[in-house]
T-cell receptor, first 113, second 115 residues
């Protein structure tokens, strides 16, 4: 498995609180992604990064922000969590668009009460 | 932006039968089409992929076909086995202005193979 870890793996929080999920990679890959997985919706892209300090929005970016200050870390922040953000969040890395394959982390299950 | 539709949402087959999952995409500039398999409680993993300059690709019991004119691609699994039971996702990517290869997924198909 590619060297990619997510933390925390499980979190329960209350509506209105801030939440940060961390994705850490040891592969020195340039591209990192955050997806959310919900029944009936598949994997939806939230934000992605194509280099340090280079990020862009995905399909469902409202309510989320990201930061990438180092190659190895990509943080996803929910500034004020809502119940609609209850989901499983997957981080993924890729060497580049020409390499194609995404390597996913194990997922972080977030419950917003 | 790119939109990927996947059908069916669930598929049940008898062991040994074939299974076919179909996806359509909207952006004619899309050039890379992977398929991921996700077993229960696990992370998605790539099982096969195809690029826009190829019409078909096979790997043992699985194959993918691409019709660029119709903008659809399909996953074919032959001689299905119980261990093929999983959720399958198709995806498509379009080179963006920064050549980032943003990957957009379909909604997923839950395949059940009955012994």
């Amino acid at each position: 498995d590619a060297g990619i870890t997510q933390s925390p793996r499980h979190k329960v929080t209350e509506t209105g609180t801030p939440v940060t999920l961390r994705c850490h990679q040891t592969e020195n890959h340039r591209y990192m992604y955050w997806y959310r997985q919900d029944p009936g919706h598949g994997l939806r892209l939230i934000h992605y990064s194509y280099g340090v300090k280079d990020t862009d929005k995905g399909e469902v970016s409202d309510g989320y922000s990201v930061s990438r200050s180092k190659t190895e870390d990509f943080l996803l922040t929910l500034e004020s969590a809502t119940s609609s953000q209850t989901s499983v969040y997957f981080c993924a890395i890729a060497g580049g668009p020409s390499t194609g394959e995404l390597f996913f982390g194990e997922g972080s299950r977030l419950t917003v009460l | 932006g790119e939109n990927v539709e996947q059908h069916p949402s669930t598929l049940s087959v008898q062991e040994g039968d074939s299974a076919v999952i179909k996806c359509t995409y909207s952006d004619s500039a899309s050039n890379y089409f992977p398929w991921y398999k996700q077993e229960l409680g696990k992370r998605p993993q790539l099982i096969i992929d195809i690029r826009s300059n190829v019409g078909e690709k096979k790997d043992q019991r699985i194959a993918v076909t691409l019709n660029k004119t119709a903008k659809h691609f399909s996953l074919h699994i032959t001689e299905t086995q119980p261990e093929d039971s999983a959720v399958y996702f198709c995806a498509a990517t379009t080179p963006g202005s920064s050549n980032t290869g943003k990957l957009i997924f379909g909604q997923g198909t839950t395949l059940q193979v009955k012994p």
